[in-house]
Every structure is written in structure tokens, then in C-alpha cells.
């Protein structure tokens, strides 16, 4: 019965996606509403089936690739709708939204191979853990398509060549504030997340660090973020730089959170 829940779920989040898509080529402000109420309803019913699927497992479902996904989806639609307020624009549903479906689908494409949740994969510092790093990657996300409108709207400037969905971007000065607001935010949580998931290593394995291939990874991103933050407070770094290093930053997070999964052997295998 969830499993419908989450389909229908999906079904609302690519009626959102349509017309987001939609609005952005055609600039008629009906599509923007019509994919607004479509990803709140999308939303009522995904967070109604988690909390369900929640309960039914008696344990925070972030255990397994399938619910990680569920999970990371939610985030990116919460984040969504706090854009959409904060801006009075649809915009952020252009590049979020294609994610979500995305990883709704590919939620039921593994359902069936995600394994069982462990013992030692339960726990108050589990979950500390895993949803600090969440939504991280929900604000790196946000920051990643901040920096392309940037980029687009840099290039579109620089040649001169101004086409239609310039206009249908927020300012250039206000994607790099809100790609600089994101990045600090999503470090803070990498921080947590990264802190956090040391202490739970030390209950679990009696090591604070293991140099596990997505221990390695998620140090890695930390420092690329960062470095971004040093470049802005110390040296000066602004526009196009900052939004390189998000592009950067999101791809190696990417890599962090799919990557490592497939093709290393490690004690975070257990997302497969």
C-alpha cells in the first residue's frame, strides 16, 4: 500500500515538473501556480507515507538506498517550497523538481535490492548523522542550480546575446547571495554530519575515523566548501569563481553519495 502512496507521490512531482517546465518557456504565471499546488499535494501525500512507513519499521527510515532516496527527495521538495515562498517564484522547480522525480523513480527501482536495515545502522547518532549529511546535500543542491542561473545569466551579459529566459531568472547579484547563503548552510550541516557520524563510528566499530572510501569523500567535500568560504571571506571571491566551485562541489558530492556506494568495498555498503 505505501508503495502506491509513493507512486502517487511521483505522479504529482512530474505534474509539477511539467508545468514549472512549462512556465518557464512560456512565462504564463497559471502554470507556476498549477505546479505549486501539484508539489504541495505531492508533498502532503510523501510525508503522510513516510511518517506510516516510519512507524511500521518502528525506526527513522534512512537505513537502505531506497529509503535514502525517498528521504533526500523530501528534503530537496521541503527546500523547494521554502525557496518558492521566500522568492515568490517558481523558479527553484525548474532544476529541483526533475531531481525529485528522479529519485522517486530510482526508489522503486531498488526497492527490491535495498537490504534489510542492521542493528548498528539504528540509533540516536545514526540519525544525527545521516540527516545532517541530507541536508547538506539539500543545500548544495539549491546552491548548484543557483550557480548555473548565475553562470547563464553571466554568459548571456558577456556576449551581449540576451535571450528571453534572462528575464525569467532572478537578479545576478541575488543567485550569487542565495548560492553563498545555501553553501553555508550545507557546511554546517556537513560539519554536524561528519562530527557526528565519528562519534557513532566509535560506538559501532571503536574508531573515530576509518578512512572508509566515503569518510574520505565526505572530507574531501568538506574541504572543497570550505575552501569556497575561505575565497569569499578571506579573498575576495565572488560571481563566476564561487559558482565554479559550486558546480565542483556538487559533482563531487554527487560522486560521494552514489559513487562511493558502487564501486568501493566499505562499511557504507550497506546503502546498496
Known amino acids: 500500500m505505501l508503495v502506491k502512496f509513493f507512486q502517487v507521490t511521483s505522479f504529482f512531482y512530474l505534474i509539477a515538473t511539467g508545468c514549472y517546465m512549462i512556465f518557464f518557456l512560456s512565462s504564463r504565471s497559471i502554470f507556476s501556480r498549477v505546479g505549486w499546488w501539484a508539489t504541495g499535494i505531492g508533498f502532503l501525500i510523501h510525508t503522510t507515507a513516510l511518517v506510516v512507513y516510519a512507524i511500521s ?4 527510515p534512512v537505513t537502505n538506498l531506497y529509503e535514502s532516496f525517498i528521504f533526500f527527495a523530501w528534503l530537496l521538495v521541503v527546500s523547494h517550497l521554502i525557496v518558492c515562498l521566500r522568492l515568490r517564484d517558481g523558479i527553484a522547480g525548474i532544476f529541483l523538481m526533475p531531481l525529485v522525480v528522479s529519485l522517486m523513480v530510482f ?13 548498528t545502522l539504528q540509533g540516536g547518532w545514526l540519525i544525527v548523522h545521516v540527516v545532517s549529511c541530507f541536508i547538506a546535500y539539500t543545500a ?9 542561473m548565475y553562470l547563464w545569466q553571466e554568459r548571456e551579459l558577456k556576449t551581449k546575446k540576451i535571450d528571453v529566459f534572462f528575464f525569467r531568472l532572478p537578479a545576478i547579484e541575488l543567485l550569487d547571495t542565495l548560492e553563498f547563503i545555501a553553501i553555508i548552510f550545507g557546511f554546517i550541516f556537513l560539519t554536524v554530519g561528519v562530527i557526528s557520524g565519528s562519534v ?3 560506538f559501532v566499530w571503536a574508531r573515530f575515523w576509518q578512512w572508509d572510501p566515503k569518510e574520505t569523500w565526505a572530507l574531501i ?3 572543497i566548501y570550505l575552501f569556497y568560504l575561505f575565497g569569499r571571506a578571506i579573498w575576495g571571491w565572488r560571481g563566476r569563481r564561487c559558482a565554479y ?3 565542483i562541489g556538487f559533482l563531487v558530492m554527487i560522486f560521494t553519495f552514489f559513487g562511493t556506494n558502487f564501486l568501493f568495498q566499505s562499511t557504507h555498503n550497506y546503502l546498496k
Not at 57 to 60: C, I, L
Not at 140 to 148: D, E, P, S
Open 107 to 119: 526508489s522503486q527501482a531498488v526497492r527490491k535490492t535495498s537490504l534489510v536495515s542492521l542493528p
Open 57 to 60: 519499521k518502528d525506526y527513522f
Open 245 to 247: 566551485f559550486a558546480v
Open 140 to 148: 548544495f543542491t539549491l546552491a548548484f542550480g543557483f550557480a548555473l
Open 221 to 223: 567535500l568538506w574541504v
Open 200 to 202: 557513532w563510528a566509535q
